[in-house]
T-cell receptor, first 113, second 114 residues
Framework: EDQVTQSPEALRLQEGESSSLNCSYTVSGLRGLFWYRQDPGKGPEFLFTLYSAGEEKEKERLKATLTKKESFLHITAPKPEDSATYLCAVQARSGGSNYKLTFGKGTLLTVNP | SAVISQKPSRDICQRGTSLTIQCQVDSQVTMMFWYRQQPGQSLTLIATANQGSEATYESGFVIDKFPISRPNLTFSTLTVSNLSPEDSSIYLC???????????FGDGTRLSIL
C-alpha cells in the first residue's frame, strides 16, 4: 500500500528564516510526486510535479527536490504570505487506480513578521 | 488550469438526510474525482467519476453511501446518504487531464451534521 509521511506536522518560522519540509514515501513505482499548498477554507493549489530522482523544480521562494525515498520543499527567506498547509502526494504506476493520489497529512507552516 | 466550482460551499444537515454536492468545470476534462478531508487526516480518494458509467470506488467507500453521477465531461455530483456525525468533513472535487499531469481541486464543501 502506498504511504506518504510528512514532517514536521507544524513549523513556525520568522520572516526570512529559511527551512525545509520533508515528504517520505513508499510507492509501488512512482509516476509522479506532487506538492500542493492549501489555505484555510480553500482547496489544494498545485505547486510542483516531480517525476524522477534528482529532479528539482523552483518557483519564487520555493524549491522542490526528489530522491528515491523522499522529497523536500525548501523555503528560502519566507514571507508571512507563505503561511499555509503544504501537502505532498504520490501517484503510483501500478495497482488500483492509476490516477489515485495518496496524500500525506501536511505541514502547517506559519511565518511570523 | 481549469476553473472548478463546487456547490454548496458549506451546509449543516440533520442526521439521516442526504446531501448532494455539485462540481462544475469550465472546460471538458478527462478525469473527475471526489475526495474527503476529515479533520486531522489526509485527503482520501472516495471514487473516480466515470462519464456515462458507474463510478469506481476505493476500498472502504460504497455506492449506496456515496452515489456519484457524471452525465458529461464538465459536471459531476456526489451524494452523501443517510448522514451521521462521522460524515462531518470537507468533500472536494478534483480534475485531471492525462496521467502524470497534476490534479486541480475545487474549494470543497464543508459538511456538518447535527
Amino acid at each position: 500500500e502506498d504511504q506518504v509521511t510528512q514532517s514536521p506536522e507544524a513549523l513556525r518560522l520568522q520572516e526570512g528564516e529559511s527551512s525545509s519540509l520533508n515528504c517520505s514515501y513508499t510507492v509501488s513505482g512512482l509516476r509522479g510526486l506532487f506538492w500542493y499548498r492549501q489555505d484555510p477554507g480553500k482547496g489544494p493549489e498545485f505547486l510542483f510535479t516531480l517525476y524522477s530522482a534528482g529532479e528539482e523544480k523552483e518557483k519564487e521562494r520555493l524549491k522542490a527536490t526528489l530522491t528515491k525515498k523522499e522529497s523536500f520543499l525548501h523555503i528560502t527567506a519566507p514571507k508571512p504570505e507563505d503561511s499555509a498547509t503544504y501537502l505532498c502526494a504520490v501517484q503510483a504506476r501500478s495497482g488500483g487506480s492509476n490516477y489515485k493520489l495518496t496524500f500525506g497529512k501536511g505541514t502547517l507552516l506559519t511565518v511570523n513578521p | 488550469s481549469a476553473v472548478i466550482s463546487q456547490k454548496p460551499s458549506r451546509d449543516i444537515c440533520q442526521r439521516g438526510t442526504s446531501l448532494t454536492i455539485q462540481c462544475q468545470v469550465d472546460s471538458q476534462v478527462t478525469m473527475m474525482f471526489w475526495y474527503r478531508q476529515q479533520p486531522g487526516q489526509s485527503l482520501t480518494l472516495i471514487a473516480t467519476a466515470n462519464q456515462g458509467s458507474e463510478a469506481t470506488y476505493e476500498s472502504g467507500f460504497v455506492i449506496d453511501k456515496f452515489p456519484i453521477s457524471r452525465p458529461n465531461l464538465t459536471f459531476s455530483t456526489l451524494t452523501v446518504s443517510n448522514l451521521s456525525p462521522e460524515d462531518s468533513s470537507i468533500y472536494l472535487c478534483s480534475v485531471q487531464g492525462h496521467l502524470g499531469q497534476p490534479q486541480h481541486f475545487g474549494d470543497g464543501t464543508r459538511l456538518s451534521i447535527l
